[in-house]
């Protein structure tokens, strides 16, 4: 519930603001080009694309088409042939493409670049980066130092500033296993020329207290200094591109500042009274809001019953079908969340209990399950849906449990 809150509030904020000196003018259908790293053999080869995708998602609230593209496969004129390309630079040091080098420095469009690799252009004696964009690359800042159980946050640079917001960027570490989950690089940049630059938001190192570019502008030229959709927040800097998008498109996408809101995980456990509390709340704020509900809730193991399997489908569920009808009629839209929520009696990842388990992938191997094809998937699709439709229900969507 905070959550939701936290980020209807932080919409809300961003809604009563605009950057200085933007119009949104374009009247056309912008063509957009997504360029994304795309390293061969590499086990993290496939999230420059997942980040493009994420991107385009993201576009799809504008008048625009969308090319992705692999870098290497980029050829002379490319950015010249669209009207905003973007790249998605979280490789690092993958081999940028000479012409695409050439192009960036040569053109009239607009090029929004992340995070690695502008350092193959801004130091590359070929090229007048510093003299054109009137800023220069001075490097890559991490973690101030390792973690370590006396020290397990030693701090990077993880405080956006936007709008008058702060957004801190998600870390977490775990001492037993060394695993860091956060993404700290930055590239850090500084203004040479402050009639072709500007440094439009900035990032603060929580620990030194030492600020840095986050977002530098330089004509059509943009960089990010991090990859804005690594280790997502609830609060971070992901809703700066979120919002920016509008700037650097210059469309004329009307400013409608929305957001999805989901109730998580509903299931035959889930309580009339906090449903009802939640409910009264969104419906009072004129909210609408989606449910994203398990139709049938198992433990086959009796994880929660003393060693005694249960399993209680939706036309036994009168709680939940209370609570369901009470949401749907102020405001309530449902998403079915799998069949089941788990995979089978085996823990697939915790307890094989519904809400808790992937239900398609084998998380235990992270991998596919034994029964992975399109017929078996779209059979509990189908009969999640079933017990929905059969009880009454029209549902809006599909989402599968742990998005896998």
């Keep these: ?26 009247v056309t259908t912008a063509r957009t080009l997504v360029l ?56 690092y040091n993958n081999p940028i493409p000479t012409a695409f080098m050439s192009d960036v420095m040569t053109t009239t ?41 006396s020290n397990p946050n030693p701090g990077f640079y993880d405080t956006v500033t936007y709008k008058n917001l702060p957004m801190v960027k998600y870390y977490a570490y775990n001492a037993s296993t060394g695993a860091i989950s956060a993404d700290p690089d930055i590239g850090l940049t500084q203004i040479v020329d402050a009639t072709k630059a500007q440094a439009l938001v900035t990032i603060k190192n929580s620990k030194s207290g030492a600020t840095t570019p986050y977002v530098m502008r330089s ?18 800097r992901y809703l700066v591109i979120c919002d920016i998008l509008h700037d650097i498109l210059q469309t004329n996408a009307p400013v409608n500042h929305r957001a999805l809101v989901r109730l998580e995980d509903l299931d035959a456990y889930t309580t009339t009274s906090s449903m009802k509390k939640l409910t009264d709340y969104l419906y009072l ?89 399109v017929q078996w998937a779209a059979g509990r699709m189908a009969e999640g849906i079933l017990e929905f439709t059969t009880n009454g229900y029209k549902v809006v969507g599909w989402a599968a449990p742990q998005y896998q």
């Design 219 to 236: 004509g059509k030229f943009w960089y990010f200094a991090d990859m804005p959709f690594s280790y997502i927040g609830p609060t971070d």
């Design 109 to 149: 469009k607009t090029v929004v670049w992340f995070k690695y690799n502008l350092w193959q252009l801004a130091w590359n004696t070929a090229y007048t980066f510093n003299q054109t964009f009137g800023f220069s690359f001075l490097g890559i800042a991490g973690l101030n130092a390792p973690p370590s159980s």
């Design 285 to 373: 704020k004129r909210i609408p809001f989606t449910m994203a509900t398990i139709p049938v809730y198992t433990d086959p193991n009796g994880y929660y019953t003393g060693g005694v399997p249960e399993t209680i489908h939706l036309a036994q569920a009168t709680g939940l079908r209370s609570s369901l009808n009470y949401a749907v009629a102020r405001g309530g839209s449902i998403v079915v969340h799998g069949l089941t929520h788990q995979y089978d009696s085996t823990p697939n990842l915790l307890t094989a209990v519904s809400g808790s388990d992937y239900e398609f992938w084998y998380a235990v191997q992270n991998r596919p399950v034994d029964e992975d094809s």
């Design 36 to 91: 994304y790293d795309n390293p061969a053999n590499d086990p993290y080869s496939k999230l420059g694309l997942m980040y493009s995708i994420m991107l385009r998602n993201l576009l799809g609230h504008f008048n625009a088409t969308v090319d992705l593209v692999p870098i290497q496969n980029y050829t002379s004129g490319m950015v010249t042939n669209h009207d905003v390309t973007f790249y998605i630079g979280d490789y």
């Design 1 to 26: 519930m905070k959550k939701i809150l936290l980020v209807i509030a932080l919409l809300a904020g961003l809604a009563q603001m605009t950057l200085p000196g933007t119009a949104h003018a374009q």
